[in-house]
């Protein structure tokens, strides 16, 4: 980058002392808003449960079933999709299955 062309702001660093890349931590918070749609949003408060109805199921669908916009996207962010997939499917069952055990409380 040319010298005029540098941000007043100094370059941020992860803990690791690596710089951080704007570009990916755009494509890093994509893949985080598509899981919260795939479990529901606010996952952390448990007023809100598991995503319903065909919306929440494509959600999942883009996690769960191999797709190129989704390696592009890990691409992007920085990850390796099978790595990001396999997580994805641990958590995502982990969420119903919590889900199915809140139901069954009641």
Same mark, same amino acid.
């Given at each position: %980058? !040319? /010298?005029?062309?540098?941000?007043?702001?100094?370059?941020?660093?992860?803990?690791?002392?690596? $710089? #951080?890349?704007?570009? @990916?931590?755009?494509? $890093?918070?994509?893949?985080?808003? &598509?899981?919260?749609? !795939?479990?529901? $949003?606010?996952? @952390?408060? /448990?007023?809100?449960?598991? &995503?319903?109805?065909?919306? +929440?199921? &494509? &959600? @999942? !669908?883009?996690? #769960?079933?191999?797709? @190129?916009?989704? !390696?592009?996207?890990?691409?992007? +962010?920085?990850?390796?999709?099978?790595?990001? $997939? %396999? /997580? +994805?499917?641990?958590?995502?069952?982990?969420?119903?299955?919590?889900? /199915?055990?809140? %139901?069954?409380? #009641?």
């Amino acid at each position: %980058m !040319a /010298k005029s062309q540098q941000s007043v702001f100094p370059k941020a660093v992860n803990v690791l002392g690596e $710089r #951080l890349d704007p570009e @990916r931590s755009l494509w $890093r918070n994509v893949l985080i808003v &598509a899981l919260e749609d !795939a479990v529901g $949003r606010h996952w @952390r408060n /448990k007023s809100f449960g598991i &995503a319903k109805g065909n919306y +929440a199921e &494509a &959600a @999942r !669908a883009y996690f #769960l079933e191999p797709n @190129r916009d989704f !390696a592009l996207v890990c691409h992007y +962010a920085g990850f390796d999709h099978e790595y990001v $997939r %396999m /997580k +994805a499917k641990k958590f995502i069952k982990e969420k119903l299955s919590e889900e /199915k055990n809140d %139901m069954h409380r #009641l």
